[in-house]
């Protein structure tokens, strides 16, 4: 069954009706336009801007700097000297850190060393550390790496030491660090 459509139906009218209302409203607005016009320009000529003018700029002047006679808070000499004065303290744990003579692997960081290996000499253990592609030999007591790190044990796989180091507040403590066994890299 096909709708029927009828040209005169009611539903149809409205639409032509209603775009002939829209037109005639549009056009009334575009008379009033000049009207509009007058109207701003009078208030435009009324208004009168208010700005506060700029104030001049202020003279600078320059002052030398101060605090270059004063010790530089990073320098080496400040914590050498706090150093010293840590060591001259008598229950301090720097003190006989400070007092001996450095050994040769303690010149270079831990995280620049790598245990290669271990060995058993006369029921002795001592490991086999690569710095900068040579070979050392090191046994429990010895001292590397730059916070003052003593050997405490070697096992096969690792090395166990104990640092000394600066907490927050300053103070010193110990550490347990260790350097682990790596495989070689061919």
């Not at 009168?48 to 600078?60: D, E, G, H, I, S």
């Not at 060393?113 to 002795?124: H, P, Y």
Request: with cysteine.
């Amino acid at each position: 069954m096909k709708p029927v459509l009828l040209k005169n139906h009611p539903s149809r009218r409205p639409l032509p009706l209603l775009l002939a209302v829209t037109l005639m409203s549009l056009a009334g607005c575009s008379a009033d336009q000049t009207e509009l016009r007058d109207w701003m320009a009078q208030k435009e000529r009324e208004i009168k801007p208010n700005v506060a003018p700029l104030q001049p700029p202020k003279k600078f002047d320059p002052q030398p700097y101060a605090g270059s006679e004063v010790i530089d808070p990073f320098s080496t000499q400040k914590l050498t000297v706090a150093l010293k004065q840590e060591a001259r303290q008598p229950n301090s744990m720097l003190s006989s850190e400070l007092n001996r003579r450095k050994e040769p692997l303690e010149a270079f960081p831990l995280d620049g060393m790598n245990m290669v290996g271990s060995v058993n000499k006369q029921g002795r253990p001592f490991a086999l550390l690569r710095v900068d592609n040579l070979l050392y030999q090191v046994k429990t007591g010895d001292y590397l790496g730059q916070n003052y790190g003593r050997i405490m044990r070697i096992s096969e796989t690792e090395i166990s030491l104990r640092e000394i180091v600066q907490d927050a507040a300053g103070e010193w403590i110990e550490r347990p660090a260790t350097l682990q066994l790596q495989e070689m890299q061919r």
